[in-house]
């Protein structure tokens, strides 16, 4: 027999998430479906962790460039990629707990698995447990989004990445230079975070001219990112 929901939301990242503990707040019968790790790409893989990468290759920057803020460091500034990758992924661990946490403050049924609509208000979850059915008078779809692979150069994780291959490679080949397709704030972050903790040179592979950016511009954001990768001595074509 299907259990019975008043909301089921399809996806667990930070629209997801947040949908189903508004529902809760609201006094609904809430469950989430995900089909890997609470918290979706962003929190576990994309936005978080990548920006956790950059940060210590932004310290590691500064360590290395002191003299210029009229700061003296003695001995050799070293990197550990194993070091800062675990903290990455760590950071990542944190809100992935935080998430589940979340959870289970609000009472909100969590689904492991696959999950597939297969009516208006009906879906099945295929998980470890086998298969489930699940109805809700209402289904919110939240799956969020995959890095679009390029016409001409699709990321076929041996030559060019996205940024799940590419954190991988890292931990098992960090000394060998990436040749990767980079697109989005989370993959754009890469190039940055190679050249400073790797020394490696990277070519962005933009769609469109060096320094566009599809979409409203946001607040704050470099006018011209082009720009800023070649001061970082990396190649943008």
Known sequence: ????????????????????IRGAQLGLKVAIVERELLG???????????????????????????????LKIAGEIEADLDAVVKRSRGVAKQLNQGVTHLMKKNKIA???GEGTLTGPTTLTVKGEKGEEKLTAKHIIVAPGARARDLPFAKAEGKRIWNYRPADDARRKSPKKPLGSRHRGPSESSLPSFDNEIRAAKETLAQNGPPGSCRGKKKQGAPRFPGKNRTRQGLEVS
């Open 1 to 20: 027999m299907a259990e019975k929901y008043d909301l089921i939301v399809l996806g667990s990242g930070p629209g997801g998430y947040v949908a189903a």
């Open 40 to 70: 979706g790409i962003c929190l576990n893989w994309g936005c978080i962790p990548t920006k956790a990468l950059l940060r210590s290759a932004e310290i590691l920057h500064y360590a290395q460039h002191a003299k210029d803020y009229g």
């Open 110 to 112: 969590v689904h492991m």
